[in-house]
């Protein structure tokens, strides 16, 4: 994304060891204004991303995002709010069977 102070992001991917449903987090991932920022892996092996974690010019502007999930459809459009809350916006769910097919985000 350019015209922000840099975006942040950090992905959420299938664990099949999981106990509680849920999946596991990776690394955060931080790019600079102007530079892409990649989530999640391009591996033909790796795991289904579940959802992700954004933060647009360390929160000072508003994110919105919706996702199509696997085997469901279109979530409902979230948005965060600058200085309100926890600065970023989580795209997807948490649940280990249904991942994310597709994406939209505005900034």
Known sequence: ?????????RSLV????????EGEFGPWTDAKDGIDNY???TK???PHMLG???SVDRGARS?????YVHDDSW????CDEPGVGLAFTYVGTHDNNLWIEAVKLTV
């Not at 299938?14 to 449903?21: A, N, R």
């Not at 994110?63 to 996702?67: A, F, I, L, P, R």
């Not at 979530?75 to 979230?78: G, P």
Request: with cysteine; glycine share 14%; aromatic share 2%.
């Open 1 to 9: 994304m350019s015209g922000t102070n840099g975006t942040t992001s």
């Open 14 to 21: 299938h664990d099949p060891g999981s106990t509680d449903g």
């Open 39 to 41: 989530v999640g892996s």
């Open 44 to 46: 033909p092996d790796a």
């Open 52 to 54: 992700f974690i954004v």
């Open 63 to 67: 994110v919105c995002q919706t996702s």
């Open 75 to 78: 979530l409902d459009l979230a």
